[in-house]
């Protein structure tokens, strides 16, 4: 591999770690860190496997067929459920861009100080205006490096000197203490759904096609899954023992965006605050953006428009507006003066009812020679593939009544 | 019959949802604004010793607070406006005077001095012990 190659994943792995977090890690894990203590960490760890398979199926199959997934799912599946799969991601997606624009004023308002309302609007231009501007490889690496700030809380996790002993323990699942049985359920399920979001799946292999990725990139493609979700893992390990350290023994249940950012100011003092409000502000942005973009990709992909930020906005202009009305549309959610941290509670949860609709025709597409050629699943992702789903459809049936029985986790 | 006793569980689970339904709180709903209280005010007194230390920016301080000062305000709304036993009377009065004390401090926590600000991070902890000991007396 060439030195330019090894820069291009370096700089493909650091984006995707910056760009793995969102608002729903940051509010599920400093959650159930301060609720479980380091109980949940191996949720993470099954969240990061699946969506590793999932996303390196989705490159492939991009890849290879040089169309998106949704175009093929649409395609594999019929009008009928790829319409079900589209109006289900459609609304996921939309919570989902309404949470992280409410993330983004929050952020803003705890660095400048200025009204939440006033600054809801101002997010949404600059994100509507970085989203114009930017090539699509720079939204990604623009937000992603700048995302990389979180890294202050894995900085954090050892500077408030955890019991490593049971922080190993909790990647072995197993009985749990603190908290009703419903409650860490809750928690499993709202960690998977976290770390598996549909939106990240329908925007890497719209990336995938957007960056011209193709045969030759196959290897690029697992690299980047394995190693940028991997240590974009890492973050969610963070935030979960810097709240299980510092929140848990005080009887702290976070409930403000600002809660995680306190864990790296008591830590690292005020550099610390800074870089931790600067990464949430960039995490959240550009989750924003991708959220956005894959309600866009997923309306032109199935209508068969012509889409992509490779095309100039006049050329794409079904695309175009279906972005900038997805942000219009989330600027009004949030507008309605809705909690932002109780959006992103209920935006997790409904996607995990969504994600069968999500991966089950991800898994019939990568099984198909017709698209596939020679690069359908092997043994291995089809097993890892086959195990996801079963969990996948049984943590979709329980979402719902987890959430009303635990009352969004309060017990 | 068994429509009968679905409904049963219904209205059941229901009420121990909402306690509002009811127009009382019962043990566990007030164990859950005690949670809330301690919750508030053990964040606000870690927010206020940093403050000391010279750890949080000022922007950051006045903000965080006013977020945490609104949960204290909604909970002390809510204890106000509860009913309950006679038996747990004792203990809704003295959360809802804690939550009101409560309030008033992560107000001033936004605009304190250094010295002030020490005063107030004791009485932040002070405030989520005994929010924290009514709640385990309630379980």
């Known amino acids: 591999m060439s030195l330019k190659n090894v820069l291009a994943v370096a700089l493909g792995i650091m984006s995707a770690i910056g760009g793995f977090v969102d608002i729903g890690d940051l509010v599920f894990n400093t959650q159930a860190g301060a609720t479980f203590g380091f109980q949940l960490l191996w949720v993470v760890v099954v969240g990061v496997v699946g969506i590793i398979v999932y996303s390196e199926m989705c490159g492939r199959a991009s890849a290879f067929a040089e169309r998106p997934v949704f175009d093929l799912v649409r395609e594999r599946a019929g009008f009928g459920a790829g319409l079900a799969t589209l109006v289900a991601s459609e609304v996921v997606n939309l919570m989902t861009c309404a949470a992280e624009i409410g993330g983004l004023a929050i952020c803003l308002r705890l660095l400048s100080g200025l009204p939440y309302r006033l600054l809801i609007p101002l997010a949404v231009l600059g994100l509507v205006l970085a989203s114009w501007v930017l090539p699509f490889r720079w939204i990604e690496r623009v937000f992603g490096y700048l995302g990389l700030g979180l890294l202050v809380f894995a900085v954090a996790a050892i500077k408030l000197h955890p019991n490593w002993g049971h922080v190993a323990h909790g990647f072995v699942p197993g009985s749990h203490a603190g908290g009703s049985l419903t409650v860490y359920l809750y928690f499993v399920v709202g960690l998977l759904g976290a770390a598996m979001t549909p939106y990240e799946v329908y925007f890497y292999s719209s990336g995938v096609v957007e960056d011209r990725w193709g045969l030759k990139d196959l290897r690029l493609n697992k690299v980047t899954a394995i190693i940028g979700y991997s240590l974009g893992g890492f973050l969610s390990f963070a935030l979960m023992i810097v709240a299980g350290v510092l929140f848990l023994p005080r009887g702290i249940s976070p409930q403000f965006l600002g809660t995680p950012a306190l864990g790296a100011e008591h830590a690292l003092g005020q550099i610390g605050l800074l870089l931790a409000l600067v990464g949430i502000l960039f995490a959240v942005g550009g989750a924003a953006i991708e959220t956005s973009f894959a309600g866009a990709y997923n309306l032109a992909q199935f209508f068969g428009w012509r889409w992509g930020k490779k095309e100039r906005p006049a050329k794409a202009s079904r695309f175009t507006l279906s972005w900038l009305v997805i942000f219009a549309l989330a600027l009004l959610l949030v507008m309605t003066g809705y909690d932002p941290v109780k959006l992103t509670e209920y935006s997790v949860i409904f996607s995990v009812v969504a994600l069968p609709l999500t991966y089950l025709p991800i898994l019939l597409v990568a099984n198909d020679r017709t698209y596939m050629g020679a690069n359908t699943n092997g043994k291995l992702a089809n097993f890892l593939g086959g195990l996801y789903l079963i969990l996948i459809v049984v943590i979709a049936l329980a979402a719902i009544p987890l959430l009303l029985l635990t009352n969004g986790g309060q017990g | ?139």
């Open chain 2, 1 to 139: 019959m068994d429509g009968l006793r679905a409904h049963a569980d219904l209205i059941h689970l229901l009420k121990s949802r909402f306690p509002a339904l009811t127009g009382q709180l019962g043990a566990k709903a007030l164990s859950q604004q005690a949670k809330s209280l301690q919750s508030a005010a053990a964040e606000g007194a870690l927010l206020a010793q940093d403050a000391v230390s010279g750890k949080t920016t000022r922007v950051y301080a006045r903000e965080h607070s006013s977020d945490l000062r609104t949960a204290a305000v909604r909970v002390e709304a809510e204890l106000k406006r509860a009913k309950t036993e006679p038996s747990l009377e004792p203990k809704l009065h003295r959360l809802a005077v804690i939550a009101a004390r409560v309030s008033v401090v992560l107000e001033r926590l936004g605009g304190a001095s250094r010295n002030e600000e020490r005063a107030l991070a004791r009485e932040l902890r002070a405030a989520a012990a005994e929010a924290e000991r009514i709640g385990r007396a309630l379980k």
